[in-house]
């Protein structure tokens, strides 16, 4: 479907252009061919910008991931997944598997995390007794793992850093909090349809514990006024981030981990990785270039402020709404366009740190699906795609909200 999405980019940017020329802007086509040249040149200073901090952050999560801190995570959500996936027999390999790749998820481990994940569907497609339709907690799976986003989410930090954000880290606290209302929404919605009792004294009290977490953030940062909220949240933001850095040091040096080697060998990766992001960056950000040149982007996101404004509300948040409606599709795709909100709006603008949330609330559910089911041939998905979507709708808003709680 992205194919078909990106190609209708340019098209409609064409169309737009010729129009524009009809109109009286003969330079019309001057400006998107330039665009096209600048948006390809921009894509590349961003991702090779990116090189150093991707290798400095997967250097630290290989330590972290060898000195077991996976592991102790896994170790304490079990009770919890246990109820949530009540299909699974005790002692399961699928059971082990979900917790790895979700703890994984959590930490950013991408690369450990997708093997893990696709192993849990295998060792899920052996307690299906129908090959083609999926069960339960396979779709409970999908969700949780569509939902729920990295809690460090390195990559955002990097390209608010790359394009001049005062202070990188600020939209972190609201991404936790809009990453939790997506994944308690895609929990609560799929235990519905599917009739999981949640009335038990450990899924009572694990989401009590993280609802009241946020419900205490939320609570705490709306007394203060918006400077004060600019301000802590990011002290907030900078002691966590450094206190995970010390943990993944302590914990590595307690299993005797080679801590040097380890993070060179992480961040090796690190460089393939930065390397990896150019032809998607690039393919996205001329796409985007070519509707903004050609006046198609602001014509469209006119029409919609226009209906929000007609409702006598704040417009601000239309300006992130592209980032949202390709998220669900593409990864690459909705990364391309958080880049070019900020590139043109300010990486600090509102709009620009709504991008930057919407972006770090949910994962690609299309994709997730698509890669997960496939892997074992599942074709009849029930109903992951709509307590999946459920929860990415559920993400966007809360990302709407929190941004207008944060940063005013």
């Not at 009849?380 to 941004?403: E, N, P, Q, S």
Request: proline share 4%; net charge neutral; glycine share 10%.
């Amino acid at each position: 479907m992205l194919n078909w999405i990106w190609a209708a980019f340019f098209f409609v940017a064409f169309a737009a252009a010729v129009v524009q020329a009809a109109m009286g802007r003969p330079d019309v086509f001057r400006d998107v061919v330039g665009s096209l040249f600048d948006s390809s040149k921009t894509g590349f200073e961003i991702a090779l910008g990116l090189t150093g901090i991707m290798c400095l952050w997967l250097g630290l999560m290989r330590v972290g991931e060898k000195g077991g801190v996976v592991e102790a995570i896994a170790r304490a959500f079990r009770p919890l997944f246990r109820r949530l996936f009540p299909g699974i027999p005790d002692g399961h390999p699928a059971g082990g598997a979900i917790v790895m790749n979700l703890s994984a998820n959590a930490l950013g481990l991408d690369n450990a995390a997708t093997p893990l994940g696709l192993k849990a569907m295998r060792e899920l497609q052996k307690l299906n007794p129908d090959a083609d339709r999926a069960t339960d907690d396979q779709i409970m799976f999908m969700v949780l793992n569509a939902s729920s986003v990295t809690i460090l989410p390195m990559t955002i930090f990097t390209f608010r850093a790359q394009l001049g954000a005062a202070d990188p880290t600020d939209v972190f606290v609201p991404i936790l909090i809009a990453t939790y209302c997506s994944t308690m929404c895609g929990l609560l919605v799929t235990a519905a349809v599917q009739k999981v009792n949640l009335w038990n004294r450990v899924v009572l009290g694990w989401l009590g514990l993280l609802t009241a977490a946020v419900g205490g953030l939320v609570w705490y940062f709306a007394r203060l006024d918006p400077e004060a909220t600019s301000r802590q949240s990011a002290l907030l933001a900078n002691t966590l981030l450094l206190g995970v850095v010390v943990l993944f040091l302590v914990a590595g040096a307690r299993k005797r981990v080679p801590l040097y080697e380890t993070f060179v060998e992480g961040a090796k990766e690190g460089f393939q990785v930065a390397i990896g992001i150019v032809p998607y960056l690039v393919a996205i950000l001329v796409a985007v270039g070519a509707l903004r040149a050609s006046g198609a982007l602001e014509a469209l996101l006119g029409a919609i402020r226009a209906g929000v404004d007609q409702l006598a509300l704040d417009t601000r948040w239309v300006d992130a709404l592209p980032t949202a409606l390709i998220k669900p599709l593409s990864g690459s795709g909705a990364r391309g366009l958080m880049v070019e909100t900020m590139k043109t709006l300010g990486a600090d603008s509102f709009a620009g740190r709504l991008a930057c949330v919407i972006q770090g609330s949910t994962e690609t559910t299309f994709y997730v699906l698509a890669v997960y089911f496939g892997s074992v041939g599942i074709k009849k998905t029930r109903h992951a795609l709509g307590c999946g979507l459920a929860a990415d709708l559920a993400g966007v808003i809360a990302a709407i909200f929190v941004c207008y709680l944060f940063f005013g």
